[in-house]
């Protein structure tokens, strides 16, 4: 079946710029989470959905980053006025439920910052 | 969130037994051990996990000590694709989130 799916693959913005990343879970799965990866290090959480709403967004770096889930499928990560800093690979996972054992990744969204 | 230490770099044969170390000293008894692996220019890829016991599937096997302060993930015979990183994580089953803490992993070569 079809797994977790992000657009778009590459994105290029310059600083300053508002980007949005998107991704499409697995469908049936609740949990949704983000992460980010800096070149040559793990995956760093971001947030988690629970359905619609965010249950943890702790790992968000600050208040340009935003993240939505309104009808608890499809989510948006939006950053505002993006820093070189920003630079990095966003990945989605998703899983059935808060407590299920394997979280499913996507390919993961490269955004540089110029 | 308990932290897990991985060499950084290991090299295998291929066809060969792999063996990879994870120390997690700090464990706590709701702590699941978990393996993600990730290939080249891919997300992360569930492996195996598992409590006290060890378990075996058709990807690998974990073994891990009667203390659970270390475990090893078993490659049986290791081939050209599992050449990645591997990720061992600590996963709190108390936890409100089941958010996963990555360190920096250990990269896998595998030689033909």
């Known amino acids: 079946g079809a797994g977790v799916s992000q657009t778009p693959s590459n994105k290029v913005t310059e600083k300053g710029k508002y980007v949005e990343l998107r991704c499409d879970p697995i469908?049936?799965?609740?949990?949704l989470y983000w992460y980010r990866q800096s070149l040559g290090q793990g995956p760093e959480f971001l947030i988690y959905?629970?359905?619609?709403?965010?249950?943890?967004d702790s790992g968000l770096p600050n208040d340009r980053f935003f993240a939505v889930r309104p009808e608890g499928s499809v989510s948006t990560l939006k950053i505002q006025r993006t820093e070189r800093g920003d630079s990095a690979v966003y990945l989605c996972?998703?899983?059935?439920?808060?407590?299920?054992?394997?979280?499913?990744f996507g390919p993961g969204t490269r955004l540089t910052v110029l | 969130d308990a932290k897990t230490t991985q060499p950084n770099s290991m090299e295998s044969n291929e066809e060969e037994p792999v063996h990879l170390p994870c120390n997690h000293s700090?464990?706590?008894?709701?702590?699941?051990i978990h393996w993600y692996r990730q290939l080249p220019s891919q997300g992360p890829e569930y492996v195996i996990h598992?409590?006290?016991s060890n378990v075996n599937n058709r990807m690998a096997s974990l073994a891990i000590a009667e203390d659970r302060k270390s475990s090893t993930l078993i490659l049986h015979r290791a081939t050209l694709r599992d050449a990645a990183v591997y990720y061992c994580?600590?996963?709190?089953?108390?936890?409100?989130?089941?958010?996963?803490?990555f360190g920096t992993g250990t990269l896998l070569a595998v030689q033909p």
């Open positions: 994580i600590l996963r709190d089953t108390g936890g409100a989130t089941n958010k996963l803490i």
């Open positions: 959905f629970q359905g619609t709403g965010a249950a943890d």
């Open positions: 996972a998703s899983s059935p439920g808060p407590s299920s054992n394997e979280q499913f």
């Open positions: 700090t464990i706590s008894g709701t702590d699941y």
């Open positions: 469908s049936g799965h609740t949990a």
């Open positions: 598992g409590l006290t």
